[in-house]
């Protein structure tokens, strides 16, 4: 039980839920050790919370751990950035995960694998994508004496599927392949991820299940569609639990880099492709490195994606941009980095967005790829070693920075990719002439011009939810944001 018993024996007590548990309980060290045994698999929405001396759990009866299988996480001590990542998961996965691991790193090794990903990036997503200077964008951010940086998109809202999650998809679609499994599971809520994969897995002959919950399902029915004609399944129950009930002949495919150890590598290492090409074209374009990339963070892989070639660069800053949804007064937000804390969460070690008593909180975004209540842990690790920068922009601005770059460019930037761009408005006025920035652009924003088109900022409605005739419920009802008064936030020590 060591894994555990490293955070629970900090704790004073068990809160109720556990009590109700069969559990053991030994002193270390003058400290409480607990070790819970539960019997169910499902693994979704399983938290425990580590750092208020209080030990409790999300769903409880959802999360699994006896003292066998703890033996062998304490013998897996891999996949950790600093405290963070891990494999907090039951003994019939970690041989599963053990066996994805060596299968990854034997396809990173194998010139024939990375051949054929690299064909398929070129031909099938349309790598590489363009480093574009923005010109109009960088002149509206000069001051009055002509002075400010240079703004490169990276135009990652170019590739096949219409964002960066196709590196990724057709990656792990390719490694599933490989290792004879016939299907890929996988979920998604903002559909795009989904959808690569659905088309990932038609190119290469494979059956995908696409998991997505109800609420996404109805905001983003042109996605639904599209993964339907892709030859998909798509269905509402959780994708971890399906992996588990196939495992011999199904893969996990995770959206980001989240979960446990070997997945937030290895999306990573997927994803990595866009910053090795930043530097490329940095170098071919003004013969240097960027000063600062910035990219929007959900569960953070197209942040790590462009981040991590440049992460031994202590020149380059690294800024990553949360969504503060209705404002982070108001609890209605996906800022997990900002205001989350510590905890485990679909297996892995990260800053998550909970209550005092564990339990997942709902995240909000304008951006539905954003609203995710965990965060990968090389992210977290990146926040505590201070070599990563972190702040928050909210819905209204990152509905304003769609504008903008649609007005300025022509070009339409996911409402994901719209909060990266909405942090220029802070940061270009701090820079010195000329710095080279880099933000990424993660998607296209066709699929978000109808929310953009409807979005009313929380102020405009003076404290009502507006009347919902429009056939956009949904919409309305995800954008209502509550005054700074009607809403208490979620105390936090
Ligand atoms: C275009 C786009 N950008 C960003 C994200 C956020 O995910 P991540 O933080 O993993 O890049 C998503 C998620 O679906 C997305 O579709």
Redesign the pocket.
């Known amino acids: 039980m060591r894994t555990v018993c490293n955070y629970l024996q900090y704790s004073t007590f068990l809160a109720p839920s556990w009590q109700n548990l069969p559990h053991t309980h030994a002193k270390k060290g003058g400290k409480s050790c607990y070790t819970i045994m539960v019997s169910s698999t499902k693994l979704t929405n399983a938290s425990i919370k580590v750092d208020k001396g209080v030990a409790s759990s999300t769903h409880m009866t959802n999360f699994t751990i006896n003292t066998t299988q703890t033996r062998t996480q304490t013998q897996t001590q891999t996949g950790r950035f600093g405290k963070y990542g891990g494999k907090y998961v039951p003994e019939l996965l970690i041989s599963c995960l053990n066996r994805l691991e060596d299968e990854f790193y034997k396809a990173l090794d194998d010139p024939e694998f990375q051949e054929e990903l690299a064909e398929g990036l070129r031909d099938y997503v349309g790598r590489e994508t363009p480093l574009y200077y923005a010109e109009r964008l960088t002149k509206y951010y000069k001051d009055v004496n002509g002075q400010g940086p240079e703004i490169y998109l990276k135009r990652e809202d170019l590739n096949y599927g219409g964002?960066?999650?196709m590196n990724n998809a057709l990656a792990q679609s390719m490694l599933a392949k490989r290792m004879g499994c016939t299907t890929v599971v996988t979920a998604t809520?903002?559909g795009?991820?989904g959808l690569a994969t659905a088309a990932a897995c038609a190119k290469l002959g494979l059956q995908c299940t696409v998991f997505m919950g109800q609420a996404d399902i109805e905001r983003r029915p042109s996605a639904v569609s599209l993964i339907e004609l892709l030859g998909a399944q798509e269905a509402s129950s959780e994708a971890i639990r399906e992996w588990v009930g196939s495992i011999e002949t199904s893969y996990y495919s995770p959206?980001?880099?989240i979960g446990p150890h070997p997945y937030p590598t290895m999306v990573r290492e997927f994803q990595s492709v866009i910053g090795k090409e930043v530097r490329r074209q940095a170098m071919e374009k003004w013969g240097g490195l960027p000063d600062v990339l910035v990219a929007?963070?959900?569960?953070?892989?197209?942040?790590m994606g462009l981040f991590h070639e440049f992460r031994h660069d202590e020149g380059v800053r690294l800024v990553g941009v949360e969504a503060a949804g209705c404002g982070l007064w108001s609890g209605k937000h996906s800022a997990t980095l900002a205001e989350g804390d510590v905890g485990v969460y679909h297996g892995t070690m990260s800053y998550l967005l909970q209550d005092d008593e564990g339990q997942i909180l709902h995240a909000h975004s304008v951006a539905n790829?954003?609203e995710c209540p965990g965060v990968g842990p090389e992210l977290s690790y990146l926040k505590d070693s201070s070599r990563g920068e972190f702040d928050t922009v909210t819905d209204e601005e990152a509905v304003e920075a769609y504008k903008r770059l649609c007005r300025l460019e022509g070009i339409f930037p996911?409402l994901?990719?719209s909060h990266a761009l909405a942090f220029l408005e802070k940061l270009c006025p701090t820079l010195p002439h000329g710095t080279k920035v880099v933000v990424n652009c993660?998607?296209r924003g066709d699929k978000d011009a109808a929310r953009v088109l409807q979005f009313k900022p929380a102020h405009s409605y003076d404290g009502q939810q507006p009347e919902q005739s429009n056939g956009y419920d949904q919409i309305w009802e995800n954008q209502y944001c509550p005054l700074p008064n009607a809403t208490k936030k979620i105390s936090r020590n």
Not at 296 to 303: D, K, L
Request: charged share 5%; proline share 0%; with cysteine.
């Open positions: 964002g960066h999650n809520a903002a795009q991820h959206a980001s880099v929007c963070v959900g569960g953070g892989s197209n942040a790829g954003l996911a994901e990719a993660s998607g």
